[in-house]
RNA sequence: GGGCGGAUAGCUCAGCCGGUAGAGCAGUACCCUUACAAGGUACGGGUCGCAGGUUCGAGCCCUGUUCCGCCCACCA
């Protein structure tokens, strides 16, 4: 590190070489320690095989904030990163690079195809943690967890095995959604909905031993291979005298039975439905109702089975369909075709249409571990930011379903079953079974599926940790502080995670769960792949710098909802940085090397210097408490209004005749003024913008009123009740602050250049006279004033500029300078301003209504405006008329 | 079809327990004042989506309504 610091900020030349010097310091580094509180943040593990998009840029930026301020403030802070092994997600993107060679996973066999993943995953895997470096991220990098590590897995497998134990493990058969591209089950939880232009078919199928006929509504005509009943509703009088009788269904020519049943809805369609229990969920529960067979008719690639008719046979389903409608119309069996919107579903990762499946899968039973989960939230042991969101959480959780947690994929951890070829019992345990559990034979198998990513995921807080042993991390860091992800997997992880934490520790693994923002384009879409709308944080870094992205990035995320951004936002970011930086530079000038400051000494430092303090003091304040309620947009407004304004504009600004003065005492004093607020101005802003803040606060000499550690990141977090106040003083600064204005202002609207040298005769009170007087080098130098005069009965000079304030009237002679005319117009306006105002005011303290009801210190407040405002107006007034 | 959220300055967003509408960016004018022109000072800009209601007083509370977004849902 050099000794100066450079004209301009260039974070690239610092940021790598300061993340080294952390990571040297082990700063980021969390053992157990009985004496210290812990806080801890469990990282929401991204996909091994993601990039960092912007949703991770703001989410992870929040949580590394919370964490840094919290290990500031003297927790032994905890951001607990890993990876998940994703795994659709990882085996799609796999399969296709062997699409590419013409290749299947079949071809490779289940061996040389985890073989390839497993490499796969060592090649471009984790690219996103050497991603979460360059943004600066403080979490723990020695308890880096993979979902598949050994310990993890062993997790997984604990679980598992005892949930079976317990009978909340089962296997069912059921309509799955099955998705015929991946060829595997996923959740209801992994679908996306859309809607489509599709056609409403009307299908007559003949009575059985009757001219009668009954014609069906379907969108599918392609399951009616499948049909095992037709189904009307019980008061339909159209169809009463059917029911019991029997359809010959066409193309297969199978009877299959009409039955009653109030789930069918007269008024759609024709108020008779065909009833496929294999291919359809609604079907499948009238299936159940009314005993029916399931005829599947598909392959897992969804094409036509030998269930179908020879002819058929093979076909894709939607071609089968167009041949259906075909058949159906040769046969004149085609009542009606009209265009009809539908809903399908639709899978998240592969987009291919969903087609409901017959198959046998494993489930956990989530009732009984739902419950506990939402009295946790309605009890307060849980908590929601923001708070809508715990209506999310518990609707989900309150109309529950089993969860599908088989997975006919090969990525993953291999469901730890094993079924037994003489008896088909399934057996499991912590260790292989060599025999089978219900009869003793050694022929088993193991079950050829995986479990769904998520079934590793939902033991995050603990499995890390070391469960399923009671370990002494699990003891300390559980239960965790917070979580910060992202709402839409509320259901899929959050809720989950509560679930099993509550299961095996009997405490909710975190207090609160803090929901991000979603980010959005300019145009409030969704940042998508396949739009390409995204903003890659790698490429704004470049450009800006970590810091830039990381505060705008948080400065422009609203608390609930979404946030639109751009590129071009961050720029803003970058200018920020850069004026602290040059505001840091401007102040070490000053500083000799290996000079000595003086400790704070508030009666040395005048008003502006005691309104300095108090707007750190101020602001560590509302820094505190914004960040407690995870308002942490606010945060960074707080960091920037303190910086920019208060220790730029005026802090500065102000002691800039100080410090190019002669008065070595009065110099010596207010450095020590300025390093100590930049000193705490760095500990405000190092969690939002570490980087930045650790270079300056290195090359920064230690303030005697400041601890010294090796980093800022370890540094004390500024409390404002530690912190010097002087509210008293700090409010008659601002008195000299709005005077300051008032002559600037009318200096600029009158068109009177700055370098033209003016004064000023203030007529004020005895104590704003003394105030104003104190202070004339200050308000000389910041309104370019020769001269400040002031006392109660200051004369208002000939040809003048005037501003009047809370108390006082400002005169600033301007004979042959001031454009008189612009000036009386000026005034003008000014007049018909107030007096719209004060006619409000008037008008509102003559209503009888509202002096008699509103409380006594509106009133109040009330009448000292309207006297604030007639003084304005009489002085403005007095100011035209004197005005020739 | 249900549930939830949003609508405030050109843009992105604040706005507490109802008490004269705010910030940043963008814009305009004037300034290269010795940290920073990625800067300074000043200024302009809003019927708070629409319509009612409660109240002395509504951006805020109530009712209805429109538009956007998200989530959930089995209407063939």
């Known amino acids: 590190m050099t000794d100066s610091l450079a004209a301009a900020y260039d974070p690239h030349q610092y940021e790598d070489k300061l993340y080294d010097f952390w990571m040297k310091h082990k700063v980021f580094r969390a053992e157990r320690d009985p004496s210290r509180k812990p806080y801890t943040i469990l990282m929401p593990p991204p996909n091994v095989t993601s990039q960092l998009h912007m949703g991770h840029g703001t989410g992870y930026t929040m949580q590394d904030i919370l964490i840094r301020w919290k290990r500031m403030s003297g927790y032994n802070a905890l951001w607990l990163p890993g990876t998940d092994h994703a795994g659709i997600a990882t085996q799609m993107m796999v399969e ?15 061996e040389a195809f985890t073989k390839k993943l497993v490499e796969w995953k060592d090649k471009y895997g984790g690219m996103i943690l050497s991603q979460f470096r360059s943004m600066g991220f403080s979490c723990d990098w020695d308890r880096l967890a993979y979902t598949m590590d050994p310990q993890l897995s062993h997790a997984v497998r604990k679980i598992f095995v005892d949930l079976f134990n317990e009978g909340l493990i089962y296997r069912g058969e059921r309509l799955v959604n099955w998705d015929p591209a991946l060829k595997t089950a996923v959740s209801d939880d992994e679908l996306d909905n859309q809607e489509i232009q599709g056609h409403l078919y009307h299908l007559i199928y003949p009575i059985d031993g009757s001219d009668e006929t009954i014609t069906v509504a379907t969108t599918r005509p392609e399951t009616m291979f499948g049909d095992t009943a037709v189904a009307v509703n019980p008061d339909d009088e159209r169809y009463k005298h059917l029911v019991g009788k029997q359809v010959r269904l066409p193309l297969v020519d199978r009877l299959i039975p009409i039955v009653a049943d109030s789930y069918v809805k007269s008024e759609f369609g024709t108020g008779a439905v065909k009833i496929t229990p294999a291919h359809d969920p609604n079907d499948f529960e009238l299936g159940k109702r009314h005993d029916l067979p399931r005829i599947d008719v598909m392959t897992d690639a969804a094409t036509m089975n030998d269930k179908v008719p020879e002819r058929f046979r093979g076909m894709a389903r939607f071609v089968a369909r167009k041949e259906v409608i075909r058949a159906f119309r040769e046969l004149e069996l085609l009542a009606k075709e009209e265009p009809y919107k539908t809903t399908v579903p639709i899978s998240e990762r592969s987009k291919e249409i969903i087609e409901p499946r017959l198959s046998l899968q494993w489930y956990v039973n989530m009732r009984a571990m739902a419950a506990p989960a939402i009295e946790a939230a309605k009890d307060g042991r849980l908590n929601f930011f923001p708070d809508l969101w715990k209506k999310t959480y518990l609707h989900w959780l309150e109309n529950i379903q089993d969860w599908c947690i088989s997975r006919q994929l090969w990525w993953g951890h291999r469901i730890p079953i094993w079924y037994c070829g003489k008896c088909q019992g399934a057996s499991s345990g912590m260790t292989d079974p060599t025999v089978c559990s219900h009869c003793g034979s050694s022929d088993l198998k193991q079950d050829e599926d995986v479990l769904d990513t998520w079934f590793s995921s939902w033991l995050w807080p603990i499995s890390p940790f070391g469960w399923p042993e009671d370990s002494a991390d699990l003891e300390y860091f559980y239960p965790t502080d917070v979580l910060v992800t992202a709402p839409e997997i509320i259901f899929l992880w959050v809720a989950r995670m509560v679930m099993v934490g509550l299961k095996t520790r009997g405490e909710v693994p975190f207090r609160d769960v803090f929901l991000t923002p979603t980010v959005c384009d300019k145009q409030g879409r969704k940042f998508s792949k396949t739009l390409g709308n995204g903003i890659d944080p790698m490429e704004v870094i470049a450009k800006y710098g970590t810091d830039a992205v990381r505060f705008t990035a948080v400065q422009l995320a609203p608390i ?20 602290l930086w040059n505001a840091s530079r401007f102040l070490l000038g000053y500083i000799k090397p290996g000079q000595k400051l003086a400790p704070l000494n508030p009666e040395a430092i005048g008003l502006s210097g005691m309104w300095l303090l108090n707007e750190l003091a101020a602001a560590a304040d509302r820094m505190e408490k914004s960040l407690t309620n995870y308002r942490i947009n606010d945060a960074t407004d707080h960091v920037y209004h303190l910086i920019w304004g208060s220790f730029c504009d005026w802090g500065l600004e102000t002691a800039k005749s100080v410090l190019m003065g002669s008065d070595e005492k009065a110099k010596e004093q207010t450095l020590s003024l300025l390093v100590y607020v930049l000193d705490g101005i760095l500990r405000l802003a190092n969690p939002i913008m570490p980087f930045v803040t650790e270079e300056i606060w290195q090359k920064l000499p230690h303030h005697p009123n400041w601890d010294r550690p090796v980093s800022l990141a370890v540094a004390k977090f500024p409390q404002a009740d530690k912190l010097p106040q002087f509210p008293d ?29 003016l004064q000023a005769h203030v007529r004020a009170s005895v104590e704003l006279s003394a105030l104003f007087t104190a202070a004339s080098t200050d308000i000389c130098r910041l309104a370019s004033l020769s001269e400040v005069r002031a006392n109660p009965t200051m004369e208002r000079p000939g040809q003048c500029l005037a501003a009047v304030g809370r108390g006082y009237e400002a005169f600033i002679p301007a004979a042959g300078i001031v454009d008189i005319a612009k000036e009386r117009a000026r005034l003008s306006s000014e007049i018909t301003r107030i007096n719209k105002i004060l006619g409000g005011i008037e008008g509102k303290l003559a209503n009888a209504n509202f002096t008699d009801r509103a409380p006594p210190e509106v009133l109040e407040q009330t009448r000292g405006q309207r006297d604030n405002m007639r003084f304005q107006l009489d002085s403005l007034k007095r100011n035209l008329e004197t005005l020739t």
Do not use: C, Y
């Open 96 to 110: 296709k690079s062997l699409a590419a060679e013409g290749k299947t996973r079949h071809d490779l066999g289940r």
């Open 560 to 579: 609930g909802g979404r946030t639109r951004m751009s590129a071009e936002d961050f720029e803003a970011g970058g200018r920020f940085v850069n004026k």
């Open 729 to 757: 003083a700090a409010a008659k600064w601002a008195t000299v602050q709005a005077l300051i204005a008032d002559i600037r202002s009318a200096r600029s609207q009158s068109g009177i250049p700055p370098k033209t040298v």
